[in-house]
């Protein structure tokens, strides 16, 4: 991926996006509650635009996607949401990837980003009413050239067409006209019953190019007279350098220089090799600070005292006090989570470019509203100054809306005044990453004397995420993503209490493929599997009865038992688990079909059957991708990952000792999708949290042990 460095603000951006060719450009905008349009020259207010369609002479149609491609498919789904409405032949649509602007802000998130599985939720109406403002504006100049009524023509497949006369001109021949008419405002939208592009099967719009190599991931970014740096961070987390020697590393031949920045110490050389190179004959003294001391074990008994303690009450609904007191039995339960790393396959990497009047990034980054302030704070330039070209992302899963590596490039090519491109090395990756919160939970349940629960208590121990990522977020020491999945459990229980203590532990911790509900699922999915058990309940029917009140919950879990054939026979040697959580207004059930060897202490999961209600289906394809692709990242996590402290510092260093899920490790994963009319639903992240749980409640049913801890070990179910 060739580029130039360029000097654009976003209005000479949007002059030269189009290429040059003649054609239609038209977008939409919802302004956020209370903010006020921009005003045009005249006084006028003036729309911004969040999306744009360009229809070229040509007939080729680019839509403007302001979201991150990493993976998921939000590419060509946001496309097929403008297409639909814009009558347009799917063929002839193309898709480029928007610059960074406030017109731009995701309305769910409230900046250019993406993450929180909301990238449908919040294009669903703005991309469908661009693509309906377009047509109509289309129509309204075929109308004119032929002097007609508006009313005598249609839309269809790229085309205007007036009936009457059979008379047709193409969008390409209709572009310049339409360009020059005023934008009409509150364009109907189309009946679902109308789709003909939402809701079907399309293949995805990047494949070929990710395919051919053309794909331009930010790793691939080439800028003229770029150099190449590497940067080494601290071992121990909150660490600084005390002093370094740079002279082996400059004796390299390819070094250019060794520049001391805020992080650490980068090294700058012709190519990434040889900056790696550099790295390792740097001599460095280390102050470790006052995190030196820091282990998993030491963070495991804090979190045990802090659960001895009451928390900030999340949630409370009738007397669980009395409720236990007054219950047949009682049951109690730890469940413990470890630290986890992203471990993205394309390494954390940013090129910059930082001069005296602005600064352009291409990185793959999730947030290019940060991405943007915090070059401008390094660079010493007004935000409106800084260019972000966001590329393809080789994984995010919430890793790369981080601004660590962006800070490192903008500081070192800052530094050395030249265009850098800065590569972290995989072992700086694994042991300098925002990893996903341990945490520490401990349950009690009563049950009446039928067996049925009547109390529930569980209170939760963890750090929290949104202090650092959103300063003041957290209200009343609660942190949403610490309670989330726990606070919000959906079964109907009487006397419930849920109690937060918020504990830092030193590490850092950020946002994690389906977040708070990641841990917090297996915990709440494994404990009233727990409370089945001991009141002799089948875990399947004691859900159905607590979710009565919960129809999507119910609908989901009805479906993936159906498809899974719960309560009738299994394989041989094969046992059965199931787990039902909603995140991110989705609803996902999962059934696991695991075997056992405890003599080899080895677990196989053979068969997944997931079902999902994410009310409104754009690509079902890409649902389909997406639960196949959550169950495989939910699997790794409680077969195998767990990141460790030892020293203030990480003990995993690269994939052969954080291992993932391998190739003959993968189970059959069937989905089944329910289509309903509800709004959409976010879809990249909810099928993480019922695996793990799922997963879990099979051990159990295979050899009647528990697992409260991840990752699972031989030793809990020998």
């Known amino acids: 991926m060739n580029i130039a460095p360029t000097n654009l603000d976003r209005r000479r951006f949007l002059k030269t996006s ?23 020259p005249s006084g006028a207010p003036a729309a911004a635009l969040n999306a744009w369609i360009h229809i070229g002479t040509d007939d080729i149609v680019t839509i403007m996607i302001d979201k991150s491609e990493m993976g998921q498919g939000i590419m060509t789904g946001l496309a097929m949401l403008a297409a639909e409405e814009l009558e347009c032949d799917w063929k002839s649509v193309r898709t480029e990837f928007a610059p960074n602007d406030k017109v731009y802000f995701n309305p769910i998130v409230g900046f250019q980003g993406t993450g929180a599985s909301s990238s449908t939720r919040g294009s669903w109406e703005p991309m469908r009413k661009a693509g309906a403002t377009a047509r109509e ?62 809701g079907k099967p399309r293949k995805r719009l990047d494949t070929p190019d990710k395919v051919n190599g053309k794909a331009g991931f930010g790793i691939d970014a080439r800028v003229p007279g770029m150099l190449y740096a590497t940067v080494v961070h601290c071992p121990a987390f909150g660490g600084k350098v005390s002093s370094f020697d740079a002279a082996k590393a400059k004796a390299i031949p390819g070094v250019r220089d060794v520049v001391q920045i ?138 790369r809306g981080e601004q660590d590596f962006i800070r490192d490039a903008v500081e070192v090519s800052k530094a050395i005044a030249a265009p850098v491109k800065v590569t972290w090395s995989r072992e700086e990756d694994m042991q300098h990453d925002f990893y996903r919160p341990a945490s520490y939970c401990r349950f009690t349940a009563g049950l009446d004397a039928d067996g049925w629960p009547v109390a529930w208590t569980n209170r939760i121990a963890c ?117 039902v959580v909603s995140s991110h207004a989705t609803y996902v059930a999962e059934v696991a079909e695991v075997s056992v060897n405890r003599s080899a202490g080895t677990v196989k999961v053979h068969r997944v059957v997931c079902a999902v209600d994410g009310g409104r289906i754009t690509n079902p394809d890409t649902i389909t991708a997406q639960m196949q692709s959550a169950v495989v990242f939910g699997l790794t996590a409680a077969l195998k990952g767990s990141i460790t402290i030892a020293r203030g510092r990480v003990e995993q260093s690269n994939f052969n000792n954080y291992q993932l899920l391998r190739m003959d490790e993968m189970p059959v994963v069937e989905v089944h999708i329910l289509e309903t009319e509800n709004p959409p639903g976010g879809i990249g992240e909810p099928a993480v949290p019922p695996i793990a749980p799922a997963v879990c409640n099979a051990i159990f049913a295979a050899t009647g042990k528990r697992i409260r801890r991840l990752p699972i070990r031989a030793a809990d179910f020998a």
Request: aromatic share 8%; proline share 6%.
């Open 137 to 198: 504006m289309l129509v309204v100049a075929a109308a004119q050239k032929w002097g007609v009524d508006k009313s005598e023509c249609r839309a269809e497949n790229g085309a205007v067409l007036h009936a009457r006369t059979s008379r047709r001109f193409t969008y390409g021949s209709l572009a310049e006209s339409a360009a020059k008419l005023p934008v009409p405002t509150d364009v109907p939208l189309k009946d679902s019953k109308q789709y003909r592009i939402i």
């Open 262 to 399: 805020s992080s650490g110490i980068a090294v700058v050389a012709d190519n990434t090799w040889t900056a790696m190179e550099g790295r390792r004959a740097l001599e460095i003294t280390w102050d470790e600070g006052p995190n030196s001391e820091v282990s998993s074990d030491g963070i495991r008994k804090l979190f045990a005292d802090r659960v001895t303690q009451p928390g900030a009450i999340a949630r409370t609904e009738g007397d669980a006090q009395a409720g236990l007191l007054g219950a047949s039995n009682k049951i109690e339960a730890v469940y413990e989570a470890p630290f986890l790393a992203h471990a993205t396959m394309e390494p954390m990497n940013c090129t910059a470019h930082v001069r005296a009047d602005g600064c352009e990034i291409w990185a793959p980054t999730q947030w290019q509203t940060s991405t943007q302030n915090t070059a401008a704070k390094i660079a010493g330039v007004p935000p409106e100054s800084v260019l972000v070209h966001t590329t393809y992302l080789g994984g995010g899963f919430g890793r």
């Open 463 to 579: 750090s929290s995420i949104f202090n650092r990522i959103f300063p003041g977020s957290v209200k009343n020491n609660i942190d949403r993503g610490g309670v989330e999945g726990c606070a919000d459990l959906p079964y109907a229980i009487p006397n419930i209490l849920v109690d937060y203590q918020l504990t830092e532990t030193g590490i850092p911790v950020g946002l994690w493929r389906s977040v708070g509900y990641s841990q917090n699922g297996f915990f709440t999915e494994s404990f009233i599997d727990e409370v089945a058990a001991a009141g002799r309940k089948d875990p399947y029917e004691l859900r159905r009865r607590l979710l009565a009140n919960s129809p999507r919950h119910l609908a989901v879990l009805e479906l993936a038992a159906q498809k899974a054939a719960w309560g009738k026979p299994h394989p041989e040697g094969r046992f059965r688990g199931i787990a």
């Open 18 to 40: 189009v290429a040059g060719a003649a054609g239609l450009i038209i977008g939409f905008y919802l302004p956020a509650p209370g903010e006020m349009l921009a005003e045009s």
